[in-house]
C-alpha cells in the first residue's frame, strides 16, 4: 500500500500546479481551470485519508466538492460570458477600472 | 446712637449713586437730567463732603472705627502654607489719616464737579452723562479706596480707579490722541498693579490677613515676626526681613505707577489729553495720590524694612528732580502741570521713605489744593484760550482773568514752595526729614537719604523755575495770540472752585508749621502732626516712630529745622527769581533753545516715552508675531502634519489594490504562505 | 428626577425646534431653552447637596439604576449634583438661552436646525455635567461634540470645513486618549475592586489606595502615571492647554456667534471640569507628583496664549486665544491643591463662561452691523453704536480682571490659592509668572479697543452702521448684570465650591 | 404545543426564496414588484420573528441541539446570526424595491438574496466542515451573481469577476485545508475534530496546522480580512448598492459566525496552541493588518460607496478582535465574543443603512464622489440626518450604537490583556472619523444644486428602521449585548 504521506505530496503538488496556473493565466477559462485543480487537489486528500482513516466522510465529501464545483463553474462561466460582452475579452487582467 | 461712622459707607456710595445715575441716562440716550447729570454728582459729592467733615470731627473727638462690614469670600480650612482660613472682606478704617484723605478728596471732587459746569456744560460738549457718570464713578472708586482696611480692598478700588482714569481721559474717543493717552494710562498703571496684585498675594499668603490696623493685621504681625514674637510663612526660602522687604517692594510697584513715579512715569503727561478737570481731580486727589496714600496706609510695613525705605526715598527723590528738569521746558500749560505732579508725589515719596510719615502726608494734602487749584486755573485759562494749550500763545492775562490769575499764582506759590504758601511747609518738612534722617541714620539707608535730599533740594531750584516761567508766560508780557487779547474769565461755576482752592492753598499749610514750632518752641502747633498722632496704636505715629527706630535703623539728628527751610527757600526763590529774569518781560524769548541738544533731551522726557513705546513696537509686538507665526507653523503645524501623513500613509496604502486580480491572487497567495511560513516556523510544525 | 426631566425637556426641545418652521424656530427655541433655565434655578435654589460627589458627599437630586453589565461593571444611570457641578449646569442652561436670542440677527437660514442643534446641545451639557457614572458621562461628554461640528461647519464662517473638521477629529482623539486612560486606569488597574464605574466608586477605590494592580505591564505606580497622562492630555486638549490649543483659534472664528459663545462659555469648561473630576479627584498623588510640570504648562498656556492674542488681527481670534491664556490659570488653580486655587479655578470656569460669552457676543454684535471682525476694518465704532461698545468695554475690563467683576475674583482666588500652594514647587515664582497675564490681556484688548471702538469713525465696507437691535444688546446686558453680580458676590457660587472641594485640599500629600 | 422544527428560521428563509422564485416565474406581467418585495420582506421578517422567539422565549436553543447526526446544531449563536441575517435581508429587499437599476429583474434579485441568506443562516448553524463549505458555497455563489447582477454595467461587471475569482481561490483554499484537517483528525464534525485536538495530534500536527491556517485564509475571505480582503472594495464599489450593503453587513457576519464557531468548537484553543497551532495570535496579525489596512486606504478615497467599502473592511478587523482576543482559560471569551457579535449586529443597521442611503443616492443619480454629495442635507433632511447618525456610528460616536458595540468589543480586548490591541483598533476609529466626517461635510456644510426626484416610500422605509436600530440600541442595546455574550458562553461550555 502506498504510504499516505506519499498522497499528501500529490496533493500538495496537484494543488500548487493550480496555484500556479491561476497566478500565470491571464485567460479567465483557465483561471476556472486551475481552481478545478486546486480543488481536486483536495479531493484527492479527502479520498486517500478516508481509506486511511477508514470511515467514509471524505469520500462522500469529495462527491460535494465536485458538485460544488461544478455548480461554481456554472456561475463563473455566467460571469465570464459578462465579461466577454463587456470588455470583449475573457482576459481577467483587462477590466481594472476600479483601483485604489 | 447712630454716628458718623455708621454713614461713613455712604461717602463712596453717594457717588456711586450719582454714577448709576448717569449711566442709566447715558444709556436711554435721552437728555433725561439738567446739567447732564452734573447736579446728581455735584449733590453726591457733597454728600460726600458733609459725611467727611463728619467723620473727620467725630475723629478728631478721639474715635476710630476699624470694622468689617462684609465678606467677599471666606475659606473654611486651612490649607497649603496657611495657618488658619482665609477670609477676603470689606470693611473701613477710619482714622486721622484716612479722615482727612477722604476730607480733600471729597472736597477736590465737588469742586471739580462744579468746575466741569463751566468747563464742560458751558462749553457744550456731548456725552456729559458719561462725563458725570465717570466722574461719580471715579470719586466713588477713590473714597472706597481711602476707606478701605486692608489690602485686597484697596487694590480692588485701586484697579476701578485705574477704570476711570481710562474712560475719562479717553473721554474725547472721537479723536485719535485721548483713547491711545487713556490705553496707555491704564497699561502702565496696570504693569505696575502687577507687582502689587503679586504683593497683595504675597501678604495674604505671608500673614492670613491683610488688615491695615489693629492688632491682627499683617504689619502688626510682621513686627512681631520679626521681633522673634510670631511665625509667619515666608517664601523662596528667604528670612522674613527680607521677604517682607520683597512684598513691599512688589507693593511699592503699584505705587510707583500709580503715583506716577519713575520709570512708570511716562503715562501721566500723556493723560492731559482728557477734559482738565478731570486731570485736576487724577493729579491732586485721585488716582496719582492713591499710590503715596497706599504707602502712608501700611506705613508700619514699610517701616520695617530699610531697604524698601530707601528705594522708595531714592525712587521719590530721583522722580522729584527727574520730572522737574523736564518741567523745564515744556511749552503747554498742562505739561509743565503733568511734570509738577510727577516731582511732587517724588517728593511725597521722599517723605515717606525718608521716615517723614507725618511730612509726607503733609505733603499730600497740601499738595492736594494747590495742585487741584492750578489745574482748574489752567483749565480756566484753556476755556479763555479756547483749548489751546501753548503757552507761547498766552501772556498778559493777568489783567483779563484776574481771579485766575491771583489764585493761579496762589498755587504757583505753594507749588514753588514760597513761603507762607502751603507748599513750603510741607517741602520743607520732607526735605528736612530726609537730611536729618540722613545725617543720623548709620546704615545705607543714611546715605541713600542724604543723596535722595540732595536731589529734592536740587528739584527745588528746578521747581521754582518751571513754576514761575509758566506764570510768566502764561499771565504776564503781552498777548502774543488773537484769542489771548479777546481772553475773558468764565462765570461763577469757574470762580468759586478757584477761590475755595486758593484760600486753601495759601493756608492750608499751617497746620503743620515745623520751623515755627522749632523756633518759637510752640509744638502745639504742629497740628497735623498732634492730628495724626490719634491714630490708634497700630497706626499712629508714634508706633511708626517705635518701628522705625527699632526695625528701619532711622535716627535723627539734631539739625533745627528753620536752617533746612531757609535753604530750600534761597534755591526756590533762586529759581523763580531766574524764571522772572528770562520770561518776565512783555515778550519773552523761549530761552530754552539756548540749552542746545539738552533742550531736545529734556523736551522728549529723556526718551522714556520712545524707548517704552520701542520696546512695546519694536519687541514685544514682534515677538508675539515671531510666537503667531510658530504657532502656526510648528504648533499647529505638528497637528497639520500628523493628519497629512495618516492622508499620505492611506494614499500610499491604498495603491496596494492596483486593480488587477492576478496581482491580488498572487499577494493573497504570498500572504497565506507568510503566515504559513511563520506560524509553521514558531508553532515548530514539522 | 428633576435632572433627567429637564434633560429629557432639553431633547424634545431640540426635536421640536428641529421641525417648527424655519421663521419661528428662533422664537420657539428661546421660548423652550427658558425651561431648563428656569429649572436650573429651581435646582440652585433647592440645592441641598454637601461635600464632593465623587468623595462620599451628599448628593443633590440624585437618581440612581441599573441600565447593563460592561465586562462585569454595572453600567449605571446615575446622576446628581455637587457643588461643583450645580454653577455649572446653571452657567449652561444660562448661556444657551441667552446665545439662542443672541443667534436671531445672525442666523438667517436653517434656523430650525440650528436652534433644535443648541438644544439638543444643552441637554447633553446638562447631562454631562450631571452624570456620575463614567459610560453615561463619557455618551454626554462626545455627544456635545457632534452639534457643536454642525454648527460650526453649517453657519460657519469662509474656513468653516476645515475649522469644523479639526474640531471634530482632534477633540474626538483626545477623548479617546482620555477614555483609554480611564479604561486602562479601572479595568486593568482596579480591576475586580469594584462593580461599577460610577464615578464616586472609582474615586473611593482609588483613594482607599492600594487596590490598582499591574497591567499592561506596567506596575501600579506606573499605570497610574501612564492613565494620568492619558487622561490629562485628553482633558488638557479640550481645555485647551498650550500646546495642544490649535484647534481653538480656527473653531472660534469660523463659528457663527452663538455657537463661539457656547464653545467659550461651556464647552471648554467640560474639559477642566473633567480635569478635576478625573485628574485631581482621582489620581491626586500623581497630580501633586507633576505638580511643577502642570503649574508649568499653565503658566505658559498663559503667556502664551496671552502673546498670541497680542499678535492677532481677528477679534474673535483676540478673544479665542484670550481663552487659552484664562483657562491656563484654571489649571494653575486646579494643581495648587489648596482652598483657594481649586475653588478659584471652580469659580473661573464660571467666571470666564460668562466673561467669554459676553465678549464673543458683543464681538458677534459688532459683527453683524459693520460684516468684519477685522482690527484694521473699523476704527470709531463707539460713535455709532455706543450701547454695545459700552457693555463691550465692560466686559473687556472683566476679561482684564477688573475688581467686583467675576473674572477678577476668580483670578484672584486662583492666585492667593497657588502663591501659598505646598504642592507646586516654588509656588510664588509661577503664580508670579502667570499672573503676569494680567497685564498682556490688558495690552491687546486696550489695544484691539482703541483701534477699533475710538478715534473718528471709519468702516472699510458698504454698509449702513447702525444702533443694534434690542434683541442683540439685551443678552450682552444681562450677561454684563451676572458678571458684576458674581464679581460682587462670589458666594452666590463659591460657599458650594468650597464645599466641595475641601476634600480634594492638599493633594496627594 | 406548537413544536416547530429548530431550524425554522432558516428554512423560511429558504422557502421564501423558493416562492419568490416561483411567483416570478409564474407572473405573467411586467408589474409584481410590490408583491414581490412584499413575499421577500414578509417571509424575512418571519424568520426574523421565529429566530427571535426561539431566542427569547424558553425553548431550551439557546443550549443548542443538534440536527442531522451532529452536522447543525441551533443554538444561541445560530439564531442571533440568523436575526441579523434576516434582518438585514427586510432592509434590502425593503431598500432594494426602489432601486431602479435593477428593474423587472426583482425576482432574480430577491430570490438569490434570500438563497444567500438561507446559506448564511446554515454557516451560523455549521457543526461539520462538510456543513460549512456547502453553506459557503450556498452563500457565496448566489453573491457571485448579485454582484454582478447588472449585466450591461462594466463596473459590475469586473466586480462580478473579481470577487468571483477570488472567491474560487479563496474557497479552494478553504476546502484544502478542510481536507488537511480531515487528514490529520479523521473527522469534518466540529465536536470530534476538537477530541481528535484535544488527544494530540502527534506528527500530524504540521498538517492540522497548515489545514487550521487554509481555513482561516477561507473564513478571511468571506469576512474580507486581510489578505483575502482584495474583493471587498471592488465587489463593494460595483455592486448594485443593496448587494453592496447585503455582502457588507450580513456575508461578513456569516463568515464571522463561521470562523466562531469552527474555531472555538474544532480547534479547542488550548489544546491548538500547545500543539504550536495558536490561532489567536493569527487573528490578532490579521486583526491589525485589517483594521490599519482598512481605515488608513478608506481615509484617502473619492468615492463614498468605496470609502464604505474599505471602511467594512476595518469593521473586519475590529470584529476580529472576537477572536483575537480569546484565550484558552480566560473566563471573559465568551464576553468578548459576544461583543463581537453584538458589533455585528449594530453594524447590520448602522452599514446596511450607510449603503442604502448610496442606493438612494444613485437612484437620485446624483454622483458617487463625495463632492456629488454636497448640499443633500438641506435638500433631503431626513434621509441625510439618517445617513449621518450611520456614519457617526460607524464611527463610534455616542450615543449611538456604533459606540456601545465598539466599547464592549475593545474593554472585551482590555479586560483580555490585549491593551495593545484595544489602543491600536482606538487610534484607527479616531482614523475613521475623519473619513466619515468627510461625507457629513459634503451632506450638511456644502453648498450643491441638485434636481432631485421625490422619496421613495420603500428605501426611506428601510432607512427608518436601520435608523431605529441604530439609534434605539441607546437604551436597547442591553438585551443585544446580553443575548449576545450568553451565546457566546455557551459556545465554550
Known amino acids: 500500500m502506498v504510504p499516505v504521506e506519499y498522497y499528501l505530496v500529490l496533493s500538495a503538488a496537484v494543488f500548487s500546479i493550480g496555484l500556479y496556473g491561476l497566478l500565470t493565466r491571464e485567460n479567465a477559462l483557465f483561471f476556472l481551470m486551475s481552481v478545478e485543480l486546486m480543488l481536486n487537489a483536495a479531493n484527492i486528500n479527502f479520498i486517500a485519508f478516508s481509506a486511511q482513516w477508514g470511515n467514509l466522510t471524505g469520500q462522500t465529501f469529495s462527491l460535494f466538492v465536485m458538485a460544488l464545483a461544478a455548480a461554481e463553474v456554472a456561475v463563473g462561466i455566467g460571469i465570464i460570458l459578462v465579461l466577454y460582452r463587456n470588455f470583449k475579452d475573457v482576459d481577467v487582467t483587462v477590466p481594472q477600472e476600479m483601483r485604489w | 446712637m447712630a454716628g458718623a461712622f455708621d454713614y461713613a459707607l455712604a461717602i463712596a456710595v453717594l457717588p456711586f449713586l450719582s454714577f448709576c445715575l448717569a449711566v442709566g441716562v447715558a444709556l436711554s440716550g435721552r437728555d433725561l437730567l439738567p446739567k447732564g447729570g452734573a447736579l446728581p454728582g455735584i449733590a453726591a459729592t457733597g454728600g460726600s463732603l458733609l459725611l467727611s467733615a463728619w467723620v473727620f470731627l467725630t475723629v478728631s473727638g478721639g474715635e476710630t472705627y476699624n470694622e468689617t462690614f462684609y465678606t467677599w469670600a471666606a475659606g473654611e480650612a486651612a490649607t497649603g502654607s496657611l495657618s488658619e482660613p482665609l477670609t477676603l472682606s470689606f470693611g473701613m478704617l477710619l482714622d486721622p489719616l484716612s479722615a482727612m484723605m477722604l476730607l480733600i478728596v471729597s472736597l477736590v471732587a465737588l469742586l471739580v464737579h462744579v468746575f466741569s459746569l463751566g468747563y464742560m456744560n458751558d462749553e457744550g460738549e456731548t456725552g456729559l452723562p458719561r462725563y458725570y457718570a465717570g466722574l461719580g464713578l471715579f470719586t466713588a472708586s477713590m473714597l472706597g479706596f481711602v476707606l478701605a482696611d486692608n489690602l485686597l480692598m484697596a487694590f480692588m478700588f485701586f484697579e476701578l480707579v485705574g477704570l476711570c482714569s481710562y474712560l475719562l481721559i479717553g473721554f474725547w474717543f472721537r479723536r485719535e490722541g485721548p483713547p491711545s493717552a487713556a490705553k496707555k494710562a491704564f497699561l502702565v498703571t496696570r504693569f505696575g498693579d502687577y507687582f502689587f496684585l503679586i504683593g497683595v498675594v504675597a501678604v495674604f499668603a505671608t500673614f492670613g490677613t491683610a488688615k491695615f490696623a489693629g492688632e491682627h493685621s499683617f504689619p502688626r504681625i510682621a513686627e512681631h515676626a520679626l521681633a522673634g514674637e510670631a511665625t509667619v510663612n515666608t517664601f523662596l526660602g528667604l528670612e522674613p526681613a527680607a521677604w517682607f522687604t520683597v512684598i513691599g517692594l512688589l507693593v511699592l510697584g503699584g505705587v510707583i505707577g500709580k503715583s506716577a513715579q519713575f520709570p512708570l512715569h511716562t503715562w501721566l503727561p500723556d493723560a492731559m489729553e482728557g477734559p482738565t478737570p478731570v486731570s485736576a481731580l487724577i493729579h491732586a486727589a485721585t488716582m496719582v495720590a492713591a499710590g503715596v496714600y497706599l504707602v502712608a496706609r501700611m506705613y508700619g510695613f514699610y517701616a520695617l524694612s530699610p531697604t524698601a525705605l530707601a528705594i522708595i526715598a531714592l525712587v521719590g527723590a530721583f522722580t522729584a528732580l527727574f520730572a522737574a528738569s523736564m518741567g523745564l521746558v515744556k511749552d503747554e500749560i498742562k505739561q509743565v502741570l503733568a511734570y509738577s505732579t510727577i516731582s511732587q508725589y517724588g517728593y511725597i515719596m521722599l517723605g515717606l521713605g525718608a521716615g517723614g510719615y507725618v511730612a509726607g502726608t503733609f505733603h499730600l494734602l497740601t499738595h492736594a489744593f494747590f495742585k487741584a487749584l492750578l489745574f482748574l486755573g489752567a483749565g480756566s485759562v484753556i476755556i479763555a484760550m479756547h483749548h489751546n494749550e501753548d503757552m507761547w500763545e498766552m501772556g498778559g492775562l493777568k489783567e483779563r482773568m484776574p481771579v485766575t490769575y491771583y489764585t493761579f499764582l496762589a498755587g504757583s506759590l505753594a507749588l514753588a514752595g514760597i513761603v507762607p504758601f502751603a507748599g513750603f511747609w510741607s517741602k520743607d518738612e520732607v526735605l528736612y526729614e530726609a537730611l536729618v534722617h540722613g545725617l543720623g541714620t548709620t546704615s545705607g539707608l543714611g546715605t541713600a537719604l542724604l543723596v535722595a535730599y540732595g536731589m529734592g533740594l536740587l528739584a527745588v531750584l528746578f521747581t521754582g523755575f518751571y513754576t514761575f516761567r509758566m506764570v510768566m508766560l502764561t499771565f504776564h508780557g503781552e498777548p502774543r495770540s488773537e484769542t489771548a487779547r479777546e481772553a475773558a474769565e468764565g462765570g461763577w461755576n469757574v470762580k468759586l472752585p478757584l477761590i475755595v482752592l486758593g484760600i486753601l492753598a495759601t493756608t492750608v499749610g499751617l497746620v503743620n508749621m515745623t520751623p515755627v514750632a522749632d523756633l518759637t518752641g510752640m509744638h502745639d502747633i504742629e497740628l497735623?502732626?498732634?492730628w495724626l498722632s490719634g491714630a490708634p496704636e497700630s497706626v499712629s505715629v508714634e508706633q511708626y516712630h517705635h518701628l522705625l527706630e527699632e526695625f528701619g535703623g532711622i535716627h535723627a539728628a539734631d539739625v533745627p529745622s528753620y536752617l533746612a527751610g531757609g535753604l530750600s527757600l534761597a534755591l526756590a526763590l533762586v529759581g523763580a527769581g531766574s524764571a522772572y529774569v528770562l520770561y518776565g518781560g512783555a515778550d519773552p524769548e523761549p530761552h530754552t533753545e539756548k540749552l542746545g541738544s539738552l533742550r531736545g533731551v529734556l523736551y522728549n522726557n529723556y526718551y522714556q516715552d520712545e524707548y517704552q513705546v520701542w520696546l512695546a513696537e519694536n519687541v514685544v509686538l514682534p515677538l508675539s508675531k515671531v510666537a503667531d507665526v510658530f504657532d502656526q507653523a510648528v504648533v499647529d503645524g505638528v497637528v497639520n502634519g500628523v493628519s497629512s501623513v495618516s492622508l499620505f500613509g492611506g494614499s500610499r496604502l491604498k495603491r496596494v489594490q492596483d486593480g488587477l486580480v492576478t496581482h491580488y491572487a498572487a499577494m493573497l497567495t504570498l500572504g497565506l504562505t507568510v503566515l504559513l511560513v511563520g506560524f509553521a516556523v514558531y508553532g515548530g510544525w514539522f | 428626577?428633576?435632572?433627567?426631566?429637564?434633560?429629557?425637556?432639553?431633547?424634545?426641545?431640540?426635536?421640536?425646534?428641529?421641525?417648527?418652521?424655519?421663521?419661528?424656530?428662533?422664537?420657539?427655541?428661546?421660548?423652550?431653552?427658558?425651561?431648563?433655565?428656569?429649572?436650573?434655578?429651581w435646582l440652585w435654589a433647592q440645592f441641598d447637596g454637601s461635600g464632593n460627589a465623587l468623595t462620599g458627599g451628599t448628593l443633590a437630586f440624585e437618581t440612581k439604576f441599573d441600565l447593563l453589565t460592561l465586562s462585569g461593571y454595572q453600567v449605571q444611570w446615575f446622576t446628581g449634583l455637587d457643588g461643583i457641578s450645580l454653577p455649572l449646569v446653571v452657567l449652561t442652561a444660562f448661556l444657551t438661552t441667552l446665545a439662542i436670542v443672541s443667534a436671531w440677527t445672525p442666523i438667517d437660514s436653517r434656523q430650525s436646525q440650528f436652534y433644535g442643534l443648541m438644544l439638543f446641545m444643552e441637554a447633553n451639557l446638562l447631562g454631562m455635567f450631571t452624570a456620575l457614572d463614567f459610560f453615561m458621562w463619557f455618551v454626554f461628554w462626545e455627544a456635545t461634540l457632534l452639534p457643536m461640528y454642525f454648527l460650526i461647519g453649517v453657519w460657519g464662517g469662509p474656513r468653516r470645513k476645515y475649522a469644523a473638521i479639526k474640531f471634530f477629529v482632534y477633540t474626538n482623539v483626545a477623548s479617546l486618549l482620555m477614555f483609554v486612560g480611564f479604561i486602562a486606569l479601572t479595568f486593568g488597574g482596579l480591576g475586580d475592586s469594584i462593580d461599577t464605574l460610577s464615578l464616586p466608586a472609582v474615586a473611593m477605590a482609588l483613594e482607599a489606595g492600594g487596590n490598582v494592580g499591574s497591567f499592561m505591564g506596567l506596575g501600579p505606580e506606573a499605570l497610574k502615571l501612564v492613565a494620568f497622562l492619558a487622561m490629562f492630555v485628553g482633558f488638557a486638549v479640550k481645555v485647551p492647554v498650550a500646546p495642544l490649543h490649535t484647534w481653538l483659534p480656527d473653531a472660534h472664528v469660523e463659528a457663527p456667534t452663538p455657537a463661539s459663545v457656547m464653545l467659550a462659555g461651556v464647552l471648554l469648561k467640560m474639559g477642566t471640569y473633567a480635569m478635576l473630576r478625573f485628574n485631581f479627584t482621582m489620581l491626586p498623588d500623581i497630580a501633586s507628583d507633576l505638580a511643577i510640570l502642570i503649574a508649568a504648562l499653565g503658566a505658559f498656556s498663559v503667556i502664551y496664549g496671552a502673546i498670541l492674542a497680542l499678535a492677532q488681527e481677528d477679534l474673535k481670534r483676540i478673544v479665542a486665544y484670550s481663552s487659552v491664556s484664562s483657562m491656563g490659570y484654571v489649571l494653575l488653580g486646579l494643581v495648587a491643591f489648596t482652598e483657594f486655587g481649586v475653588a478659584g479655578a471652580t469659580f473661573q470656569m464660571i467666571a470666564h463662561g460668562l466673561i467669554s460669552g459676553l465678549m464673543f457676543m458683543a464681538v458677534g454684535v459688532i459683527y453683524n452691523t459693520t460684516h468684519t471682525r477685522m482690527v484694521g476694518d473699523m476704527s470709531g465704532l463707539a460713535d455709532r453704536m455706543p450701547v454695545t461698545v459700552g457693555i463691550l468695554i465692560a466686559g473687556a475690563f472683566g476679561y482684564m480682571g477688573l475688581p467686583l467683576m467675576a473674572g477678577f475674583a476668580g483670578e484672584y482666588f486662583i492666585f492667593v490659592g497657588s502663591f501659598h500652594s505646598t504642592v507646586i514647587p516654588s509656588a510664588p515664582l509661577f503664580t508670579a509668572v502667570a499672573m503676569f497675564g494680567i497685564v498682556i490681556v490688558a495690552g491687546y484688548l486696550l489695544l484691539a479697543m482703541q483701534r477699533t471702538l475710538f478715534g473718528p469713525f471709519s468702516l472699510d465696507a458698504d454698509y449702513e452702521v447702525g444702533r443694534?437691535?434690542?434683541?442683540?444688546?439685551?443678552?450682552?446686558?444681562?450677561?454684563?448684570?451676572?458678571?458684576?453680580?458674581?464679581?460682587?458676590?462670589p458666594d452666590l457660587f463659591l460657599d458650594m465650591i468650597l464645599n466641595a472641594i475641601a476634600p480634594l485640599v492638599g493633594g496627594g500629600a | 404545543m406548537v413544536t416547530a422544527p429548530p431550524m425554522t428560521p432558516t428554512y423560511l428563509l429558504g422557502l421564501t426564496a423558493l416562492a419568490v422564485l416561483l411567483y416570478d416565474s409564474l407572473r405573467t406581467d411586467d408589474g409584481g414588484a410590490g408583491v414581490l418585495t412584499g413575499i421577500s420582506v414578509v417571509g424575512a421578517l418571519a424568520s426574523l420573528g421565529t429566530a427571535g422567539w426561539f431566542l427569547t422565549a424558553d425553548t431550551g436553543l439557546v443550549a443548542g441541539m443538534s440536527e442531522f447526526s451532529g452536522a447543525v446544531v441551533v443554538d444561541g449563536m445560530s439564531l442571533f446570526f440568523t436575526a441579523l441575517f434576516a434582518a438585514v435581508t427586510v432592509l434590502v429587499t425593503l431598500g432594494a424595491h426602489d432601486y431602479d437599476p435593477i428593474d423587472g429583474k426583482r425576482g432574480e434579485l430577491y430570490g438569490l438574496v434570500l438563497l444567500a441568506a438561507t446559506g448564511m443562516s446554515v454557516m451560523a448553524s455549521a457543526n461539520s466542515l462538510a456543513t460549512a463549505f456547502v453553506a459557503l458555497e450556498l452563500a457565496s455563489l448566489p453573491s457571485y451573481a448579485l454582484v454582478a447582477f447588472l449585466k450591461q454595467d462594466r463596473g459590475s461587471t469586473e466586480a462580478g469577476l473579481k470577487y468571483f475569482l477570488i472567491g474560487a481561490l479563496s474557497s479552494a483554499i478553504f476546502v484544502f485545508g478542510i481536507s488537511l484537517v480531515y487528514a490529520a483528525t479523521g473527522s469534518l464534525l466540529l465536536p470530534d475534530i476538537a477530541a481528535a485536538f484535544e488527544s494530540g495530534l502527534g506528527e500530524r500536527t504540521g498538517i492540522a496546522g497548515v489545514g487550521v491556517l487554509m481555513i482561516a485564509g477561507g473564513v478571511a475571505y468571506k469576512t474580507a480580512s486581510v489578505p483575502f480582503h482584495f474583493w471587498a472594495p471592488e465587489a463593494y464599489e460595483g455592486a448594485p448598492a443593496p448587494v453592496s450593503a447585503f455582502l457588507s453587513s450580513a456575508s461578513k457576519a456569516a463568515g464571522f459566525a463561521l470562523a466562531f464557531r469552527v474555531f472555538v468548537v474544532g480547534f479547542p484553543l488550548g489544546a491548538a496552541t500547545s500543539a504550536g497551532i495558536d490561532w489567536a495570535l493569527l487573528f490578532q496579525i490579521l486583526a491589525v493588518a485589517t483594521m490599519v489596512l482598512g481605515n488608513f486606504a478608506a481615509a484617502t478615497q473619492d468615492k463614498v460607496k468605496r470609502m464604505l467599502a474599505y471602511s467594512s473592511i476595518g469593521h473586519a478587523g475590529y470584529v476580529l478582535i472576537g477572536l483575537a482576543a480569546l484565550s484558552a482559560e480566560a473566563s471573559t471569551n465568551g464576553d468578548v465574543m459576544g461583543a463581537a457579535m453584538a458589533h455585528l449586529f449594530v453594524y447590520g443597521f448602522m452599514n446596511t443603512g450607510a449603503f442604502l442611503f448610496v442606493a438612494l443616492a444613485e437612484n437620485w443619480g446624483v454622483g458617487r464622489r463625495f463632492e456629488d454629495y454636497n448640499g443633500l442635507g438641506a435638500e433631503k433632511p431626513f434621509a441625510a440626518v439618517a445617513m449621518t447618525a450611520f456614519l457617526f456610528?460607524?464611527?463610534?460616536?455616542?450615543?449611538?450604537?456604533?459606540?456601545?458595540?465598539?466599547?464592549?468589543?475593545?474593554?472585551?480586548?482590555?479586560?483580555?490583556?490585549?491593551?495593545?490591541?484595544?489602543?491600536?483598533?482606538?487610534?484607527?476609529?479616531?482614523?475613521?472619523?475623519?473619513?466619515?466626517?468627510?461625507?457629513?461635510?459634503?451632506?450638511?456644510?456644502?453648498?450643491?444644486d441638485h434636481d432631485l426626484s421625490g422619496a421613495p416610500t420603500a428605501l426611506y422605509a428601510a432607512l427608518a428602521i436601520a435608523l431605529v436600530g441604530t439609534v434605539v440600541l441607546l437604551p436597547g442595546f442591553g438585551p443585544v449585548i446580553e443575548t449576545a455574550q450568553e451565546a457566546a458562553t455557551a459556545l465554550f461550555a
Open chain 4, 393 to 448: 456610528s460607524l464611527a463610534g460616536v455616542p450615543p449611538l450604537g456604533g459606540f456601545f458595540s465598539k466599547l464592549f468589543l475593545f474593554a472585551g480586548a482590555v479586560d483580555a490583556g490585549l491593551w495593545w490591541l484595544a489602543v491600536i483598533a482606538v487610534i484607527n476609529s479616531s482614523l475613521s472619523l475623519y473619513y466619515y466626517s468627510r461625507v457629513v461635510r459634503a451632506l450638511w456644510f456644502e453648498e450643491g
Open chain 2, 528 to 530: 497735623l502732626n498732634m
Open chain 3, 468 to 489: 443694534a437691535p434690542f434683541h442683540d444688546v439685551a443678552p450682552l446686558a444681562v450677561l454684563l448684570l451676572a458678571v458684576i453680580a458674581l464679581g460682587v458676590k
Open chain 3, 1 to 41: 428626577m428633576l435632572i433627567e426631566t429637564l434633560i429629557g425637556f432639553a431633547f424634545v426641545a431640540a426635536l421640536v425646534t428641529f421641525l417648527v418652521p424655519d421663521e419661528v424656530a428662533g422664537r420657539v427655541g428661546a421660548a423652550l431653552s427658558v425651561v431648563p433655565l428656569v429649572g436650573t434655578l
